[in-house]
């Protein structure tokens, strides 16, 4: 046992068993053939028998309107200028009116979400820089192509469209069970909860999104009591009871909480948006495979639109093309990773999709679904978390030692940054309660990476090679290091919806030219 939170850095290294580890070495097979862990209690905890995965094909309702804007040729860049808030951290941007492909991607995926995310990116198109601070060719225009667009998307809103349609299915026939919805998009997570709520008014809806850290947990223990510790399955005590009559039926959950937390009260999952990596899809898979007290079977059901596969989107026909030119045949669920393992974000997500679509209905024993589940650990392991597994133990009582607030200073060059951006930028690793969160902001203290991507901070962060540089900065740096380190403080408590006072700064470091 541990009484202060300093003293976990003393505990003696362990072994932590996988899923597959644990199954292969450690679990014991009854009369049907269900596997499960023999603890010492005398309880039994079973892993899912099988997940079977249903593929909704559907015709999105917003397809004309997205061609509309690719076809108009106006979504090409202006990069004359660059945005202050825009970040490239690659030297890889697009040249002067050309298409940007990875934008379109994202753009593509949007529009597939839902009405309300479509028309988000609509109204941020409408105004210069409202994209995610991106400038276009030719503004004006894309201006009025945005307001001829708007009345149609709000007429789908209005309706019930076919994908929302589909859902409601699933939940109609799945009243009496608990169901994760993941999706990626906030403007989507709204819309979902609104019209959820709205239309099964007898079931509790919870949405993860804009929740701050104590919200979270106690919507997910409301959610998942019984893989949170709050009560026994096999108890029926009045305290129990209580508990489950306050239970969150229907949880519309972000890609936020796709990996680390337990949601097995489920044994239904929506992929609503589909993931933009197959590292994505495991990690939320990864939320209700764990041991249950029962033998039961996992459901899973992807929405898979239509705009994936149509020869009108270039999109879709220059990823057809990509995984053809691999002559690879796309057979099963399970050889998933072996496409895409290497590729780009926007290559994965067609790669899935096309899987899937192959697919409508498969189930997949539980080997096979560890076997998959565990491969995607080679696929996008960050270089950052090598690096931490690489650090000697001199060099862990090193970082130990270090007082909280500590600072340093380094350049773009040395992380490999694209030198293009408005510096300094600021890394901050700060503490709240028993949580850590990680930022990097601008120089005008705006979030340049949502926290939540902790990985993807720590590898724009990480050094090409070991530096022993020392970099003194002078009293008029020292000032403006300051300024920026309490703004970038003050925008964290306010995405975390807390006060300042409740953050505990671990270290910071300003990136500068």
């Not at 892993?47 to 593929?55: I, L, Q």
């Amino acid at each position: 046992k541990i009484s202060r939170a300093g003293e976990l850095s003393e505990l003696e290294i362990a072994t932590v068993l996988t899923a597959p580890t644990v199954v292969a070495q450690y679990c014991q097979t009854d009369t049907t053939g269900s596997r499960f862990l023999q603890f010492g209690d005398g309880k039994k905890r079973y892993f899912p028998d099988a997940v079977v995965m249903s593929n909704l094909q559907y015709s999105n309702s917003l397809n004309n309107v997205l061609l509309s804007l690719l076809d108009s040729h106006l979504l090409r860049r202006n990069t004359s200028q660059k945005s202050g808030g825009q970040l490239y951290l690659s030297n890889d941007t697009s040249q002067e009116g050309r298409r940007d492909g990875l934008f379109e991607a994202r753009l593509l995926h949007q529009f597939c979400s839902s009405p309300a995310e479509a028309i988000s990116c609509l109204e941020k198109m409408h105004i210069e820089e409202g994209y995610e601070n991106m400038r276009f060719v030719d503004q004006s225009k894309l201006t009025n192509l945005v307001t001829a667009l708007l009345p149609e998307a709000n007429k789908i809103l209005k309706e019930d469209d076919i994908k929302f349609k589909f859902l409601t299915q699933i939940i109609e026939k799945h009243s009496d069970e608990k169901i994760v919805i993941f999706c990626i998009y906030k403007k989507t997570a709204d819309y979902l909860y609104s019209k959820i709520s709205k239309k099964f008014k007898n079931l509790k809806v919870g949405l993860t999104s804009e929740q701050n850290t104590d919200q979270l947990e106690a919507l997910l223990e409301d959610f998942a009591p019984i893989a949170n510790n709050m009560i026994d399955p096999e108890v029926h005590d009045e305290f129990s009871e209580k508990v489950r009559e306050n239970k969150v039926d229907i949880l519309i959950a972000t890609e936020a909480i796709s990996e680390g937390f337990n949601l097995q009260d489920a044994r239904l999952l929506v992929n609503y948006d589909l993931p933009w990596t197959i590292l994505n899809l495991a990690q939320r898979m990864g939320r209700i495979l764990r041991p249950w007290h029962k033998p039961r079977k996992i459901q899973i059901w992807n929405f898979i639109p239509d705009t994936m596969f149509s020869e009108n989107f270039p999109h879709a026909v220059s990823w057809a093309e990509r995984l053809n030119s691999r002559n690879k045949a796309q057979q099963s669920f399970t050889r998933l990773p072996a496409f895409g393992s290497n590729d780009k974000e926007e290559i994965q997500l067609y790669t899935i999709a096309d899987t899937f679509a192959q697919n409508s209905d498969v189930e997949i024993n539980l080997d096979d679904t560890l076997q998959f589940i565990q491969s995607t650990e080679g696929i996008q392991t960050s270089s950052a978390i090598d690096d931490l597994g690489r650090i000697s133990e001199e060099e862990a009582r090193e970082i130990r030692s270090l007082k909280s607030g500590f600072r340093a200073v380094i350049t773009a060059q040395d992380l490999g940054i694209n030198e293009d951006l408005r510096f300094p930028l600021l890394y901050l690793l700060i503490r709240r309660k028993s949580r850590v969160f990680a930022g990097l902001f601008s120089r005008d203290c705006e979030l340049l990476i949502p926290f939540d991507h902790q990985l993807e901070i720590l590898n724009n962060i990480r050094l090409q090679q070991r530096q022993e540089k020392m970099y003194n900065l002078q009293e008029a740096e020292l000032i403006e290091y300051d300024k920026l380190l309490t703004g970038s403080l003050k925008e964290f408590a306010q995405l975390l919806k807390c006060n300042e006072d409740d953050l505990k700064i671990i270290c910071s470091m300003k990136i500068v030219t």
